[in-house]
């Protein structure tokens, strides 16, 4: 059976809830929040997404229990609530590229 890659982490536990925010949030994150804080059309949308996602660190690392019981959705096989989180993250990263090339 194929292994999803946050199912992985979820499996490790506490340490993968904590290591996962540090290894791929953490870093865009603090990008984005020191180095784009514009708060104007359309460009908004890629601070906020940066602010949003520095936030989502924080809870992660301060209360891994909350982490875990995200990780443990992926688990789930068609779970809608992980699908709708998914595309929401798409379609925030496809505004926030679209806000750094529009001029």
């Given at each position: 059976?194929?292994r999803?890659?946050f199912?992985?982490?979820?499996?490790i536990g506490?340490?993968?809830?904590?290591?996962?925010?540090i290894a791929l949030?953490?870093?865009?994150a603090?990008l984005?929040?020191v180095?784009?804080?514009?708060?104007?059309?359309?460009?908004?949308a890629?601070?906020?997404?940066?602010?949003l996602?520095?936030?989502?660190?924080?809870?992660?690392?301060?209360?891994?229990?909350l982490g875990?019981?995200?990780?443990?959705?992926a688990?789930?096989?068609?779970n809608?609530k992980w699908?709708?989180?998914?595309?929401?993250?798409i379609?925030?990263?496809l505004?926030?590229?679209w806000a750094?090339?529009?001029?």
């Amino acid at each position: 059976m194929r292994r999803c890659f946050f199912v992985g982490f979820h499996w490790i536990g506490t340490t993968g809830v904590v290591i996962r925010p540090i290894a791929l949030e953490l870093w865009p994150a603090l990008l984005i929040v020191v180095l784009h804080q514009v708060w104007h059309r359309p460009r908004l949308a890629l601070t906020i997404y940066g602010w949003l996602l520095a936030i989502k660190v924080t809870l992660s690392l301060r209360a891994p229990h909350l982490g875990l019981r995200l990780l443990r959705m992926a688990e789930g096989t068609g779970n809608a609530k992980w699908a709708l989180a998914g595309e929401v993250l798409i379609a925030l990263g496809l505004s926030g590229v679209w806000a750094l090339l529009s001029v």
